[in-house]
């Protein structure tokens, strides 16, 4: 790796952070994050001077749900290195994998889960061992003022309550599936959606009574839905792993924009949003 | 008559460009699993249930198609051109668009949603929102062929059958109808393939649950986050349906 341009602090965090992941062993590294992310925390404070060698333009490709707070930190990346762009492009992870696979062009790669990241890191498209920046949890969504009177996740199976969940398939229901076994709960929904934004459309427009969605979206909603925080939720916790991709064509970059989300500025971004510290 | 030999080099770059993709997916086919992946149990309620709701739409479409056609062919009124673009829109308008316009009419807090809960109808996440759904966006294949067929076909049969006597009723029914009956048959089969394609429409407005409002589409978009090669087989069989239903229309067309 080619770091000998950076400023020396800088160079430190990244070593530090690698050597992190690496100790950690292989995979999406679920342990990894919280000790990387601490030793990272200077990079983006760091990176705020100038002439450390970044320019260029890469492309962070990231999960839908990650849309507001990575749009925050590489524009505050780009602020601290003029010169420097950093261009997005959010979807559902799957499709992200797939675009990947099929040579689409990112230097970075962020995923709403392991799952994901694991099929990009199984054809070794990855420049360095995934770090896990960040997790979300399930919350309840219901409309403002909560016509059907959900108080707890058994609610959700009264009868006349019509329910909306992400389908078994996507990554919000797999969650869904995992925090109803752990509570011995069945819920009949009436609809199993593609997405989480789907089943948010379907709470926001008041079709349904309740929706599980995760922390960070009914955040994001603001006023059109409120949220409910149940104890089983703890049942599955959803990691968010990020990977620099070997295609890069600017590897510095991309590895700093890692470096940027792993950090302390970054990781204050995403606890602003509702996402909680990498478990 | 003598085409330039040139138009032959475009058409075909332009034909390899639509036939090319449907080969190279025929290639990711996984042929051995196939008559597994297309009978599962989602996928047979998948094609079920699409098969089920495009007729439906079709018989909606035919039911207010027919008499939109004749009112935009046959009479002329002021804001007419104005109405024709309004009901020719859901062609060009993304299908989210259409879902995002139905939740707002048909939704429990739309603008019938009151009415439609007095009526004890419920359409939110039911079947009956699916055929919503896909009329919306088919209305305007089957209005378009056939009031293009009744301008082509003229009057002047109407007018003979009205000198001699017959009313209006009859005349429709006796002379208009079977004149435009293969433009009527196009269009139906037109607006079956668009219903039966419906996807953004569909998961905007009715949600997404077997056997109830999962259409193919909305299956097939599924089982690609997990099972792609569900995914492609399920592909196969629309695209194998959608021709069988086009090649249909092109010979009831040619024949008449």
Redesign the interface.
């Known amino acids: 790796m080619i770091r000998r341009l950076r400023p020396t602090r800088l160079a430190l965090a990244v070593t530090a952070l690698t050597l992190g992941t690496v100790a950690c062993g292989s995979g999406a590294g679920d342990s990894a994050g919280g000790s990387a992310s601490s030793s990272a925390s200077q990079a983006s404070g760091g990176a705020s001077g100038s002439g450390n060698g970044l320019s260029g333009e890469i492309t962070v490709f990231a999960a839908a749900s990650l849309k507001k707070t990575f749009t925050q930190i590489g524009a505050d990346l780009e602020k601290a290195n003029p010169g420097t762009s950093v261009k997005f492009s959010f979807a559902g992870s799957s499709d992200l994998v797939a675009q990947i696979q099929q040579g689409a062009p990112a230097d970075v790669f962020a995923s709403a889960d392991t799952k994901n990241m694991d099929k990009v890191t199984a054809e070794s498209l990855t420049s360095a061992d995934p770090v896990v920046f960040a997790s979300n949890t399930l919350e309840i969504a219901v409309p403002p003022g909560n016509p059907a009177k959900i108080t707890s996740f058994a609610d959700l199976t009264k009868s006349g309550t019509k329910v909306v969940l992400c389908a078994p398939a996507v990554p919000c229901g797999s969650a869904a599936a995992k925090v109803e076994a752990a509570a011995g709960v069945d819920i009949k929904p009436v609809s199993e959606e593609q997405s989480v934004t789907d089943v948010l459309g379907k709470v926001t427009a008041g079709e349904a009574d309740a929706g599980l969605v995760y922390v960070t979206d009914v955040l994001g909603a603001g006023d059109t839905v409120q949220g409910i925080a149940f104890p089983e939720s703890s049942a599955a916790v959803n990691s968010y792993p990020i990977a620099a991709l070997k295609a890069s064509k600017n590897a510095a970059l991309a590895e700093a924009f890692v470096e940027a989300v792993t950090g302390e500025g970054g990781q204050q971004v995403l606890a602003d949003a509702g996402f909680a510290k990498a478990p | 008559m003598g085409l330039p030999a040139w138009v032959f080099v475009p058409a075909a770059v332009g034909a390899v460009f639509v036939v090319l993709p449907l080969l190279a997916m025929l290639t990711r086919v996984e042929w051995a699993q196939f008559p597994d992946l297309v009978t599962s149990e989602s996928s047979r309620a998948a094609l079920l249930l699409s098969l089920r709701t495009s007729a439906a739409s079709t018989v909606l479409c035919v039911v207010f198609g027919v008499p939109m056609a004749v009112v935009l062919a046959r009479t002329e009124f002021r804001g007419q051109s104005v109405l024709r673009s309004l009901v020719l829109l859901p062609l060009v308008l993304p299908p989210v668009v259409g879902g995002i316009a139905l939740?707002?009419t048909f939704?429990?807090?739309g603008l019938l949603g009151e009415t439609i809960e007095v009526l004890g109808l419920q359409i939110?996440?039911s079947t009956t929102a699916v055929v919503l759904a896909q009329t919306f966006v088919a209305l305007p294949f089957l209005v378009v062929s056939l009031e293009g067929a009744l301008r082509t076909g003229g009057q002047r049969y109407e007018e003979v059958a009205a000198t001699l006597g017959a009313r209006p009723t009859t005349v429709f029914l006796r002379v208009t109808l079977p004149l435009v009956l293969p433009g009527l048959a196009s269009g139906a089969v037109l607006a079956f393939a668009r219903a039966l394609g419906e996807f953004g429409a569909t998961?905007?407005f009715?949600?997404?649950?077997?056997g109830v409002?999962?259409t193919l589409p909305?299956e097939i978009?599924?089982?690609?986050?997990?099972?792609?090669q569900a995914a492609v087989a399920l592909s196969l069989v629309l695209v194998v349906v959608a021709t069988l239903v086009i090649t249909v229309t092109r010979r009831s067309r040619t024949a008449l």
Do not use: C, K, V, W
């Open positions: 939740l707002y939704g429990r807090r939110a996440f998961i905007t009715a949600g997404s649950l077997q409002t999962r909305l978009y599924l089982q690609r986050e997990s099972d792609p």
